[in-house]
């Protein structure tokens, strides 16, 4: 294949043999019939046999050289930029016959073929008229280029031996892997999910993925710690101190901890569950019993404000214990730093709150038993692996998230580490009451604020992304600003996308800080942070969210025993899909049943978080179509668990898949 081939091929990701199967057409092209001139359909892709009859070669730039063709019932113009002379004489030879295919247009009364797909002579009329599959490619590669290595890929496919047992493959109707590729490059067919040719490489997807989670838990299971020993003196003593009483779920998950920590191999759990549900307070408690055990604990946060707020709580928590806290982040002085850095070393801290910078090249621990890091839904699989390591062996690690994920999708997603649910609500928390409203109708929204931050609540004001542009975005909400600036003089703020992440910052301080009592926004407000006054959150366009996104924006209030409310703007009528995403939300505040029902309205690959959990992209698997099959997979993979030697059996799936190199990396 020549270079600049490669180059182009490269820009659509293809690289490999593999990514040229795993490339599926997205449509045929009918080119199987011929058709006479006078039935010729504008617009369509046609195949016709005509003879040649004159040329218009007009040598002037800029105008097109173009062949005057005919059959029985018609003439048409094959026009052709940017072709020699010579070149047409050739493969368009007058007074012959030929077979052309391509686009038909209709110009000046005439019907008009620009620079047509195929033209060929009579004797390899076979070789077009075909139904062909559509790919869809970057400049520069035309569909014959394509065909030809495609055709060249199939021909050498090879057979491979079967690395499905027998059961599984009665479930994959027995379709081998061979048969399902030709099946999805050749016939006319639409993509369909439910297809059994499809099913089978969708299956071969969700396992290799699977397969390489559960490798890379096994390793980190591997590594032995010292064990953790404490009686829950601290962790006691702190929960005594609580003015209210833990959940069940959340007892549950502290004795799963617990006995992670106790255990000789390190900790790699994840800890799920919404804002709100009580997920910090669990961590803390964790903490309380790494530190009683005589270890340090580091617990990082994404950004500054949601990193001051664990701090804040822990000195709550930890008050009257003899705890030793500390904050520490980037924009930390240099003395504040080095002062840190030196206690850290000296054991003088036992539990330090911060960003990322808490990890920087010389903060170096006396004694690190636990990390603890929220929010980190965006670390994919080989960052996640990464920071299993950190720490070292003797040092557990926790991690937390309020990114609802289906249940069909933990294992496939989260497949490395441990995972506790925190699905159950502290009761204080109130359901938000939600509504919706015509735009139409934003004086009674305005009447209802008034009272509000009379009150003295707050309010979220959420513009979100119409645009793809972050100009105008920045416009609709300066002038909602602009606008509610006026009816509540200085008391409302603007957040928008922007701003640094400083800039954010400071803004979001000041709201929390109640120096202004609306905040208006084009983007989503940090997930995590705790915004105990606002009570509102009016959301526009709340028809561009899906469900998952609506609930987290929802989430953002009602944080105290106040009632929450949450006013969900429209423009024009509703959807029957926007009708049905109001009355679920109406109807549930439990995020995770909400995100199910999101991947179902919108289909898996829109849905929030999903993009960002750094998993790739399934090319055939398809949570809502595939669930049985992400089920089967669950099962499979706890049965080639038990037996190191099965492993062996799915070398070619995980290169197929392109997962060899993970695997490779996990052996290291
Ligand atoms: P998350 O980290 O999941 O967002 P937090 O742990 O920060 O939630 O808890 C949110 C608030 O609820 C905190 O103020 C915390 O003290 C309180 N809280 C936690 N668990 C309970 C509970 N079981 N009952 C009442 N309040 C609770
Ligand atoms: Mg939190």
């Known amino acids: 294949m020549d270079q600049k081939l490669k180059k182009l091929l490269k820009k659509k990701k293809i690289e490999t043999l593999f990514d040229v199967l795993w490339h599926l057409p997205h449509t045929f092209v009918d080119r199987s019939n011929l058709i006479n001139i006078n039935k010729l359909e504008i617009g369509k892709i046609c195949t016709i046999k005509v003879q040649v009859k004159k040329y218009n070669i007009p040598r002037i730039r800029n105008l097109p050289n173009t062949a005057r063709c005919e059959d029985l019932t018609g003439k048409i113009d094959i026009v052709f930029f940017n072709s020699r002379e010579g070149y047409i004489r050739k493969i368009l030879p007058l007074n012959q016959y030929v077979i052309i295919s391509g686009k038909v247009n209709f110009y000046n009364k005439k019907y008009q073929m620009v620079n047509p797909d195929y033209i060929v002579p009579l004797e390899k009329e076979d070789f077009v008229k075909k139904v062909i599959p559509r790919y869809s490619l970057t400049e520069g590669i035309t569909e014959k280029i394509y065909r030809n290595i495609i055709e060249q ?64 838990r096994k390793k980190i299971k591997k590594i032995k710690k010292k064990p953790k020993k404490f009686i829950n003196n601290l962790s006691k003593k702190i929960i005594n101190n609580f003015r209210f009483q833990l959940t069940k779920n959340q007892n549950d998950i502290i004795n799963e901890i617990n006995k992670d920590l106790y255990s000789q191999s390190k900790m790699f759990r994840l800890l799920q569950g919404d804002v709100g549900s009580g997920k910090t307070i669990v961590a803390l408690i964790a903490a309380a019993n790494v530190m009683e055990s005589g270890y340090q604990v580091a617990f990082m946060a994404p950004t500054e404000i949601l990193s001051r707020q664990h701090y804040l709580l822990a000195n709550k928590v930890f008050n009257k214990t003899n705890i030793k806290t500390s904050f520490l982040i980037g924009k930390s002085t240099y003395l504040e730093k080095k002062k840190i850095i030196s206690e850290l070393k000296k054991n003088k801290i036992n539990i330090i709150f911060g960003t ?25 699989v080989k960052q996640r692996m990464e920071l299993s390591k950190k720490g070292g062996d003797d040092c557990d690690i926790l991690l937390m998230s309020a990114t609802p994920i289906p249940r069909t999708l933990i294992m496939t997603i989260y497949g490395d580490m441990d995972v506790s649910r925190l699905i159950e609500k502290p009761s204080y928390r109130k359901d938000i009451s939600t509504l919706s409203k015509p735009e139409i109708k934003i004086n009674e929204v305005i009447e209802f604020i008034k ?33 509610l600036n006026k009816i509540f003089p200085n008391k409302v703020g603007l957040i928008h996308g922007s701003l640094d992440k400083d800039q954010k910052e400071i803004i979001l301080k000041k709201f929390l800080d109640k120096n202004i009592q609306i905040l208006v926004s084009t983007t989503i407000i940090e997930v995590g942070i705790d915004f105990p006054n606002a009570n509102v959150i009016v959301i526009e366009n709340s028809n561009k969210f899906g469900l998952s996104q609506l609930h987290q924006l929802r989430g953002r209030v009602g944080r ?14 509703l959807s029957n899909n926007a009708k049905k995403r109001i009355k679920i939300l109406k109807s549930t505040n439990d995020g995770f049943k909400i995100a199910e029902e999101d991947m179902r309205i919108r289909g898996f690959g829109d849905m929030l978080g999903y993009k960002q959990s750094g998993i790739k992209e399934f090319k055939f698997a398809d949570p809502i179509h595939h669930d049985d099959l992400f089920k089967l997979g669950e099962k499979n993979i706890k049965e080639i668990e038990t037996d190191e030697k099965l492993f062996n059996k799915y070398e070619t799936l995980l290169k197929l898949y392109d997962r060899a190199d993970i695997i490779n990396e996990i052996n290291n």
């Not at 496919?157 to 061979?178: C, G, Q």
């Not at 006396?366 to 929010?375: F, M, T, V």
């Not at 105290?560 to 009528?573: A, D, H, P, V």
């Open 153 to 216: 890929v199939l021909k050498k496919l090879p057979f491979l031996l079967e690395w499905h047992d027998e059961n599984i493959m009665k479930s994959l109707d027995n379709k081998s892997w061979r048969e399902s590729i030709f099946y999805l490059h050749n016939l006319k067919v639409k993509q369909d999910f439910n297809s059994s040719y499809f099913r089978r490489l969708a299956y071969d997807e969700i396992l290799s993925s699977l397969i390489v989670l559960s490798q890379i």
């Open 356 to 380: 990322h910078a808490l990890f920087q090249k010389n903060t170096e621990f006396n004694h690190l038993g636990l990390i603890i890091i929220d929010e980190q839904h965006k670390f994919g």
């Open 451 to 483: 009272k509000e931050t009379k009150m003295g609540n707050q309010i979220f004001w959420v513009c979100p992304l119409i645009e793809e542009s972050k100009k105008l975005d920045y416009e609709a909400a300066k002038n909602k600003f602009t606008y």
């Open 560 to 573: 105290s025993n106040k009632q929450g409310t949450c006013i969900l703007f429209y423009k024009k009528n």
